[in-house]
């Protein structure tokens, strides 16, 4: 998951910001990672920024947005511009043919 993040994978990056958000939430025990609501705020708003057509990632944050205060949401769309949005390569909902 993670190296798929990092190559651009929309479902890469979706899982992971998922998974920091509420590592409980995949029946199958594929979050391997400690609980960031920060973090995992961070990445699914740098999703919805970028892609912007109410996408999952928007979805997810509705839904967990009480897991936040103002300022831990404040702090997570900060760490979004520094880290997350406008990275490269750019996120693709199409994985590689080759590599992941």
């Known amino acids: ?4 993040s990092l190559h ?3 479902e890469g990056r979706l899982r992971i910001g998922w998974c920091y958000l509420d590592p409980s939430y995949p029946p199958d025990q594929r979050c391997v990672n400690d609980e960031d609501t920060v973090r ?3 990445i699914l708003y740098a999703l919805d920024h970028e892609l912007g057509d ?6 997810v944050l509705s839904r967990n947005e009480d897991k936040l205060d103002e300022a831990e949401r404040q702090e997570a769309e900060a760490l979004a511009e520094s880290e997350w949005i406008g990275r490269q ?3 693709s909902k199409f994985p590689r043919r080759f590599g992941f």
């Open 89 to 91: 390569p750019p996120i």
């Open 1 to 4: 998951m993670e190296q798929a």
């Open 54 to 59: 109410g996408n999952t990632a928007s979805s």
């Open 8 to 10: 651009g994978s929309y």
């Open 40 to 42: 995992g705020w961070a």
